[in-house]
């Protein structure tokens, strides 16, 4: 029996938001000692690889899996997908980054914006409310302060967390729009939390 169209909603966005947390495993192994730093940037590659694959499969040739239908919302039914940028921002930020940067921004997509998602109630062109960005504030600074104190001292290392976790948050909870089209936050956290966390670093040294 099929589930109203409410029910049926909520469900995809549970199971999006679990796809979404799994890129939090993405940095895993390098953490065990697992894998090099190298080798984890050569894996993110591979896994763009095979994303773009998938989304070239959906929009060139129209293949039409119930995969996709799970993974995609309306708007993005003739547009790269969610998931696709996500991974696009998630490989830039391991390629251009150190672990002590990248880890905290990759992170901040894939812990921080799930759960002020799921305090949020607004379309994709619509700013999220108070509750959203003081969640995911909060949780990205929780994320980067285990990385950037350690590396830079308690001190500036507040601040480092701090100033990753602003544009994070802004990133989240004010999505940009470029002729009528909201940018996907997806592409924008990891590369807003990473030049916050940089530019407090040049500036504090």
Wanted: some cysteine.
């Amino acid at each position: 029996m099929p589930l109203p169209a409410a029910e049926w909603r909520a469900e995809v966005e549970f199971e999006r938001r679990l796809v979404h947390a799994g890129g939090t495993l993405y940095p895993a192994p390098y953490l065990l000692g697992w894998f090099t730093w190298t080798e984890t940037r050569y894996f993110l590659v591979a896994a763009l690889a095979v994303m773009l694959t998938l989304e070239f499969l959906r929009l060139v040739v129209g293949l039409n899996h119930s995969l996709y239908r799970k993974l995609t919302r309306e708007y993005e039914s003739d547009a790269l997908a969610g998931y696709a940028l996500y991974q696009v921002s998630m490989t830039g930020a391991v390629l251009l980054l150190e672990p002590t940067l990248a880890i905290p921004a990759m992170w901040m997509l894939s812990v921080g914006d799930p759960v002020s998602g799921a305090l949020a109630d607004n379309d994709a062109t619509e700013a999220k409310r108070p509750a959203a960005w003081i969640a995911m504030f909060l949780v990205c600074f929780g994320l980067a302060a285990p990385f950037t104190i350690p590396a830079f001292g308690p001190d500036v290392g507040v601040v480092v967390a701090m100033a990753g976790a602003g544009p994070a948050a802004v990133a989240d909870g004010l999505p940009p729009i470029v002729r009528g089209v909201a940018v996907d936050d997806n592409l924008t956290i990891p590369p807003a939390a990473a030049s916050g966390m940089l530019l407090a670093i040049a500036l504090l040294g």
